[in-house]
């Protein structure tokens, strides 16, 4: 038999701990196919097997098989990357990328209160789309703002830790409701026709509008279910939401007892409803921290109810909205979502936590 022709292939030999990564690497889901596959040719390689035939077995050219054999047999596991690829060398260099993120962070231009790329680029002497990729890199956005108020509310810290034990451990034979009104509900209409949606145009409506006059939406939110109880009136005072929580003690079953969640509304907490409550003693009202309706979940039905029903609706009349809103709640209660609450108390606690330490004098 004549000698073997071509290039000598490199003999593989494996310590037992490269085996075990190189294993690894094969079968982890998150490795790439790439590295998958340079794993499989040295495994391959480590057996024994020659060029041609691990190319057959793993559907690849032998050329591919004898180029990363080789990689591993001289530079070993750091043979399996990718070289660095030949380009242009960096024009921005790491001390400007530093300095546009202080100033960025830091300061402001003289004739705005935010950077724009477009600024920032003429400031720092580069283009308005390193700025902007320098940004997008260190997750700046200097055109955005979130607002926010910290509640002056003393009890606080008692407050969010009764609701959200209220939601994530509601006691047994008990209904958790979440109170609220949607005051000032207007019933409002276009002054033109509404031009429907079409291919390559948004629907289009006029920027004014008439009035109709408005109504009260009054819901009870059940946390369990999503269902809700609801009730509608042209005024919204004391005796309007007695009327309401009357409406609630009708509808819940006798045996059970009412945990209500409400806000910190003057019409909640007078002389009225205070005697109501002491008449009604299987009601338990729970008061949300001042400046915090976030802890209300009727809230987000109240969101549902704006975004999908109300903000892109035409009505002629009250009566034409209150049974627009009826009709949209009948639907919801067919098929309710209850909204799932997950913050215990104490993340909520260390995240407000984290803002105030960030914000000097708050007297917090």
């Not at 990718?82 to 830091?106: F, N």
């Not at 209409?189 to 949606?197: C, G, K, N, S, V």
Request: contains cysteine.
């Amino acid at each position: 038999m004549g000698a073997r022709r071509g290039r000598p292939t490199s003999v593989v030999e494996l310590s037992g701990e490269e085996r075990e990564t190189l294993e690894r690497w094969a079968r982890r889901p998150k490795s790439s196919q790439a590295l998958a596959l340079r794993c499989k040719i040295v495994l391959a390689a480590a057996q024994g097997r020659h060029n041609n035939e691990i190319a057959a077995a793993l559907g690849c050219h032998a050329a591919t098989v004898s180029k990363w054999r080789n990689r591993f047999a001289s530079r070993r596991l750091d043979g399996l990357s990718d070289d660095p690829r030949p380009g242009p060398p960096r024009k921005i260099t790491d001390a400007k990328v530093e300095e546009v993120i202080v100033k960025t962070l830091e300061s402001a231009p003289r004739d705005a209160t935010h950077w724009s790329t477009r600024s920032m680029a003429a400031e720092a002497g580069i283009s308005a789309w390193s700025v902007h990729a320098i940004w997008t890199a260190f997750g700046l956005k200097p055109h955005l703002v979130h607002e926010f108020k910290v509640s002056p509310d003393p009890q606080f810290i008692d407050k969010i830790r009764d609701i959200a034990g209220l939601y994530l451990n509601p006691p047994e034979a008990a209904v958790v409701l979440c109170v609220d009104e949607k005051t000032q509900a207007r019933a409002l209409d276009r002054t033109a026709p509404i031009l429907p949606l079409m291919p390559g145009a948004p629907q289009r409506r006029t920027h004014d509008y008439r009035r109709h006059g408005t109504t009260n939406l009054f819901a009870a939110l059940d946390t369990a279910s999503g269902k809700v109880i609801t009730a509608m009136s042209a005024r919204h005072r004391v005796e309007e939401f007695r009327k309401f929580l009357n409406l609630i003690d009708k509808e819940v079953p006798d045996h059970l007892d009412v945990h209500i969640v409400l806000d910190n509304v003057s019409t909640h907490k007078t002389p009225t409803i205070k005697r109501w409550a002491v008449r009604h003693p299987r009601f338990t009202f729970h008061f949300t921290p001042t400046y915090s309706s976030w802890t209300n979940l009727v809230e987000r039905w109240f969101s549902e109810l704006t975004t999908k029903w109300l903000r892109r609706g035409t009505h002629t009349s009250v009566r034409d909205l209150q049974d627009s809103i009826n009709a949209w709640i009948d639907n919801w209660n067919n098929d309710p979502k209850p909204f799932t609450w997950h913050k215990t108390a104490d993340q909520i606690l260390d995240t407000l936590a984290s803002y105030l330490h960030r914000i000097p004098q708050t007297g917090h």
